[in-house]
């Protein structure tokens, strides 16, 4: 089994933000597998499919990015999954607006949510698809850039953004990691 993780914050008020484009892509996934993700489980919001044989759980932890490690913990616990088989989605400052990474494993880059994964895991052997938000203008608190939404023109740049990183996860989950990298790497 494969548990695909998207990052990001719960609430209406946070929908649009740079912060949730993890919740954005596994949205964007479940539509595609005719799921939706809104089975509630301790401390977060499941669907589940069936990619080829493997089995696939979607899950948007609902404490926080900063504390997304406790959901998924409390998950790959329960389903027995090691690190190597949790895909992590999230957002990055560090990333030109719409690029892509993905790596099989590595450090944080400076985002909560990815720190609190490696702490609660106790491993930062877990892939990650990294997709850029742009850095912060410098007249703006990274917390506040994060916490901003999207503008209109945006969301249109990173439409065919998100659809390029659920082709990628789908690589992944089918154990086309390195495939991937290589055609999704900027």
Same mark, same amino acid.
């Given at each position: 089994? #494969? @548990?695909? *993780?998207g990052l990001g914050n719960p609430g209406e008020e946070y929908e649009r933000t740079r912060h949730n484009l993890g919740f954005q892509v596994l949205?964007? @996934?479940a539509v595609r597998h005719g799921i939706v993700?809104?089975?509630? #489980?301790k401390k977060s919001l499941i669907g589940r499919f069936r990619l080829g044989k493997e089995r696939v759980m979607l899950l948007k932890p609902q404490t926080f990015v900063n @504390? +997304? /490690?406790e959901a998924v913990l409390y998950m790959a616990s329960f389903l027995r999954?090691?690190?190597?088989n949790i895909i992590v989605i999230c957002d990055d400052v560090n990333l030109s607006f719409g690029s892509v990474r993905i790596r099989k494993y590595g450090s944080s880059g400076g985002h909560n949510g990815i720190k609190s994964l490696i702490q609660f895991l106790k491993s930062d052997n877990f892939p &990650? *698809? &990294?997709? /850029?938000v742009g850095n912060s203008p410098e007249q703006i608190r990274l917390e506040?850039?994060?916490? +901003?939404?999207?503008s209109s023109?945006?969301?249109?740049l990173l439409d065919p953004v998100i659809d390029k990183v659920c082709d990628a996860v789908s690589l992944i989950i089918e154990g086309e990691i390195d495939r991937a990298m290589n055609e999704f790497n900027q």
């Open positions: 089994m #494969k @548990l695909v *993780v949205d964007r @996934l993700v809104d089975t509630k #489980k @504390l +997304s /490690g999954i090691m690190p190597e &990650r *698809v &990294r997709i /850029g506040q850039y994060v916490l +901003s939404e999207f023109d945006e969301m249109t």
